[in-house]
């Protein structure tokens, strides 16, 4: 790889890792919101109405449970992003491509919310674990959600699909919906997720990408990637 | 100050409820709507003087509701709530906004906006 390809593909990299972070710490800072506003309505309640005690309890029971369910929230958003922040501890790994599709939908379905779309999975039961480098097909799969999540319009659907394939992987990103017309709002994301850029990701995985009929964007992937050792 | 007609808008359900119930016990008369929709219909029937205003919502972000709201009742202050910094690069809170504050929330220095959103009203 030439050094400006090398170069376009590190800022790929560091624009989808910055994306996860900051869809991560909106999240987990809605659900401490949420804690800190529990906690305060029942420091409130005794405060104000300490002569019905009794009749507030079972509005304290309430805001007790709501407490104990954002935590159990923020915990398991903290625990998507620590598997996600690993992913890129070794350049080569075997992992679940269903945990790596996971992880990105829990991170990125706020943005996919706002936007007005929703992000399903319909995972094959017998997809083995691959072994390959799991970032960069984080970002790639980062690249081409992102793109369809522009593509469509709001109230639109994206399944991720998956099914074994002899020696390798393929995933569907199958959209229901509406295409937009416009695609100016695409620009933004360009400078994330440039064409040369998916390119070369699925190049180095030795996979392949197809654009198919309606929208339909399939990726294969290898089941094994050996890592390419240095001349 | 007592009795200021606030609206929460919130898509997050358990937030805006508590913060409402809070403000309920400080004596504003609050209501909290949880998406859009909603919230148009509630300011259209029942206008509120001060608007807690989630910047992100699904389907339309808090900027462009300010702006929807602002095109048919100007006199509402707005005040924004978001969980992200007030001053970004994608969306920059309006200057006309009244203030803006980040979650978590203080409650004390939500009620103080509060309170001079309405002293800004009734200046007005």
């Known amino acids: 790889m030439d050094s400006e390809k090398e170069r376009n593909l590190r800022i790929s990299q560091m624009g989808f890792v910055g994306k996860m972070i900051g869809g991560f710490t909106h999240e987990l ?102 072994h390959s480098d799991p970032s960069r097909l984080y970002c790639l799969l980062y690249c081409l959600i992102e793109e369809k999540m522009l593509g469509f319009n709001k109230g639109s659907h994206l399944i991720i699909k998956t099914e074994p394939s002899d020696s390798s992987i393929i995933i569907r990103i199958i959209p229901k919906g509406k295409p937009v017309e416009s695609i100016a709002e695409r620009i933004i994301d360009k400078c994330i997720c440039m064409d040369e850029v998916v390119q070369e990701i699925i190049e180095t995985l030795k996979g392949a990408v197809r654009h198919e009929q309606e929208s339909v964007t399939t990726i294969i992937v290898p089941l094994n990637l050996l890592p390419v050792e240095k001349k | ?25 400080r004596d504003y008369d609050t ?24 910047l992100k919502m699904p389907g339309m972000s808090g900027i462009e509701l300010y702006r929807t709201i602002k095109e ?22 309006p200057r006309e906004a009244f203030a803006c504050v980040m979650k978590p929330i203080d409650i004390d220095e939500l009620t103080k906006q509060i309170d001079k959103a309405k002293q800004s009203i009734i200046k007005k």
């Not at chain 1, 659900?31 to 009749?55: N, P, Q, Y």
């Not at chain 1, 309430?62 to 104990?68: E, K």
């Not at chain 2, 909290?32 to 001060?50: G, H, L, R, S």
Request: glycine share 2%; aromatic share 6%; proline share 3%.
């Open chain 1, 29 to 130: 800072k809605n659900h401490l919101a949420i804690i800190k506003e529990t906690a305060g309505l029942i420091e409130d309640l005794i405060v104000f109405r300490k002569s019905e005690a009794k009749e507030d309890s079972a509005e304290y029971m309430r805001s007790l449970d709501s407490i104990a369910l954002q935590v159990d929230k923020a915990v398991q958003l903290a625990n998507y992003l620590n598997r996600f922040s690993h992913r890129m501890d070794h350049p080569f790994s075997t992992f679940s491509v269903h945990d790596v599709i996971e992880e990105l939908i829990a991170l990125r379905r706020r943005s996919a919310s706002e936007r007005g779309i929703c992000l399903e999975t319909d995972f094959h039961g017998a997809v083995p674990a691959i």
């Open chain 2, 31 to 54: 209501k909290a709507v949880y998406n859009v929709d909603d919230a148009i219909a509630a300011i259209k029937q029942d206008p509120p003087e001060v608007l807690l205003l989630d």
């Open chain 2, 72 to 93: 048919f009742n100007p006199s509402i202050e707005v005040i924004f709530v978001t969980g992200q910094a007030c001053q970004n690069g994608d969306e920059t809170i």
């Open chain 2, 1 to 25: 100050m007592s009795w200021t007609k606030v609206l929460i808008v919130d898509d997050e359900v358990e937030f805006a409820a508590a913060l409402s119930e809070r403000l309920l016990l």
